[in-house]
RNA sequence: UCAGAUUAUCGGCUGAUCGCCCCGACGCUUUGCGCGUCGGAGAGGAAAGUCCGGGCAGCUCAGGGAGAGACAGUUGCUAACGGCAACCGGGGGUAACCCUAGGGAAAGUGCCACAGAAACAAUACCGCUCGUAAGAGUAAGGGUGAAACGAGUGGGGUAAAAGCCCACAGUUCCCAGUGGUGACGCUGGGAAGAGGUAAACCCUGUCUGCUGCAAGGAGACAUAUUUUCACUAAGGUUCCCGCCGAAAGUAUGUCACAAGAUCCGCUCGAUUAUGUCGGCAACGGCAAAACUAGAUAGAUGAUUAGCUAAAACAGAACCCGGCUUACGGAUAAUCUGGCAUA
RNA sequence: GGGCAAUUAGCUCAUUUGGCUAGAGCGCCACAUUGACGUUGUGGAGGUGAUAGGUUCGAAUCCUAUAUUGCCCA
């Protein structure tokens, strides 16, 4: 899980983002992000629909996998972005670690954030 | 040893590294509960479905009547229940044991397709008997159907028949005795012969006001005054009665004030485990002990090593008591039947 | 979190108070018509009435549980 301060809080900083944002597609999930100058630090959500997966087990599971992934990406990231992960597909909770931080990775590097 | 029945418990564990939410203490501090260190605590038996019951909160008092809905053997348990326990009646199993929406059809209404003469209201298709026939008597037998005035067998009886009469057996109801708190059981006596369906309407008895934490609160009280609507109105999410005018604003006084992406409600409770006493049991009394999630885009994770196999169903959102459904397996206890041996 | 509906043929919908073999339109298949296709006509196939259990002589219909889908309340 990620620490309070790089969750985001309320629907505002969110509308924004999904209305102004770039987005990077994957396989397994697509990636949303804008800079946000007015902050010190980045900001990060994992949106999971029900429609991925009825179970709330699963989906907790998809979702603390893919914060994990993230933060262990935390140190390369300088300067403050708001970053939304839209998951579309349950494979990610029964992929490899290796393989799911890979692909995290991978499309940070396309947004040009690490 | 094989095949079963019932009940209870557990629901992955341990180590290492890196992280998350809350609480407490200490330190620093730009006063933002911000940062750091240490310590404590951190999802379930179903947290699920939302099928019932309650607490709590608001709607004016939470009142009366009608309507609507739910439930239905008896006695108990419980805060309450449509839940649970024990027992009674009925059904299944060799047995241990299991299942059971189990009030009323002589209060009334409706329905019973097709077939059949006829579906509860009358009657008679083939028959049987009497009679030349017309017709009369009859319901034993045949046939139809899920079901046929619905009491079987034997005997008497008759023109032919029939509870028309008798004996035995059986059903329902009533009375008496007896056992039980009771449902009801047993024994004796009397009466009756009038299908089924109430998970059809309905009747009887019992219970229920409505809305739900996205409830609700974050100013309260008093006085004066203005405006609007109304006094057959409005004010409860079925209607009527009773009850009470209603809404908005301004000013003054007293107390209070951390500010709408926030805070409270928010977790100490019909709580949990232990002992003991009462009870067949559900459960209750008493004693001493413990504090055991409280998030708010939403905290329990990731990686790795081992056990014995990278193990099922599955994630708190105001809180409890049940029910129902999902579930890989492991363990324990009691009991039943078969076979073998002693 | 709380409340409420629906599920019938490949698709869209009927079937009123339980009754014989569940119908309609579009679609599909075959035949006829045409030189061929379309149109048109005739005929046919296709249903465990979402799943399971119960009430009843009999259930798509009544009752209970489960599954799926959709809607409303911020």
């Excluded at 709330?56 to 992934?69: C, D, G, K, P, T």
Aim: aromatic letters at 8%; one cysteine or more.
């Amino acid at each position: 899980m990620i620490s309070r301060t790089h969750r985001f809080h309320g629907y505002g900083s969110l509308r924004f983002l999904y209305k102004n944002g770039q987005a990077v597609r994957g396989q397994l999930f697509s990636l949303k992000y804008v800079q946000n100058p007015r902050r010190q630090t980045y900001r990060v959500a994992v949106v999971v629909s029900k429609k991925v997966n009825k179970s709330a087990v699963v989906r907790n599971r998809i979702r603390r996998r893919v914060y994990e992934a993230v933060r262990s990406q935390e140190c390369k990231i300088t300067t403050p972005y708001d970053i939304v992960i839209t998951v579309f597909h349950d494979q990610v909770a029964g992929q490899s670690s290796v393989g799911l931080h890979g692909a995290i990775q991978e499309q940070l590097k396309q947004a040009n954030i690490i």
